[in-house]
């Protein structure tokens, strides 16, 4: 589906995983890819990916990849009633630039056409995808 070589091309980012470990990478970055774009999976052409969603994915993989194993920081806590709430601007800043860079794939294959919403009070998928 999508190989390494062709993700530094994409995303100007080399990496060096195992066969097995890339093949796990890609299919569950294709996965959530697919759930976001509220689709069941990406649509294939001749068994390949079509050019514009294949960057797409290397990107949303590339977005994975530099956030993976990072921790939430704690942006504010309150002592009485125990409150604790977690910075996630990452996550949105993420999308948000993955939605400004490449809205254009994102409109055309999306089944919805709500995009990336990762906020709590953005508007829900009406086919119930998030």
């Known amino acids: 589906m999508l190989t390494q070589d062709d993700y ?7 990496v060096n995983f195992s066969k097995e470990d890339w093949t796990k990478l890609v299919s569950m970055s294709a996965v ?6 509220c689709l069941e999976e990406l649509p294939m052409v001749d068994g390949e990916l079509p050019a514009d969603l ?3 994915l ?9 956030s993976r194993g990072r921790n939430l920081q704690v942006s504010s806590k309150k002592v ?9 601007d990452g996550a949105t800043n993420a999308f948000s630039k993955l939605e400004e860079q490449y809205g254009d794939i994102i409109a055309k294959y999306s089944a919805c056409s709500v995009g990336f919403a990762v906020e ?9 995808c998030f």
Do not use: H, V
Request: with cysteine; charged share 15%; hydrophobic share 40%.
């Open 32 to 37: 959530r890819l697919a759930g976001f774009l």
């Open 58 to 66: 290397s990107n949303f993989l590339c977005l994975m990849l530099a």
């Open 80 to 88: 009485r009633n125990f409150t604790i709430n977690y910075d996630n």
């Open 120 to 128: 709590s009070d953005a508007p829900r998928c009406p086919y119930g």
């Open 54 to 56: 294949t960057l797409l």
């Open 8 to 14: 530094k091309l994409y995303t100007g980012e080399a």
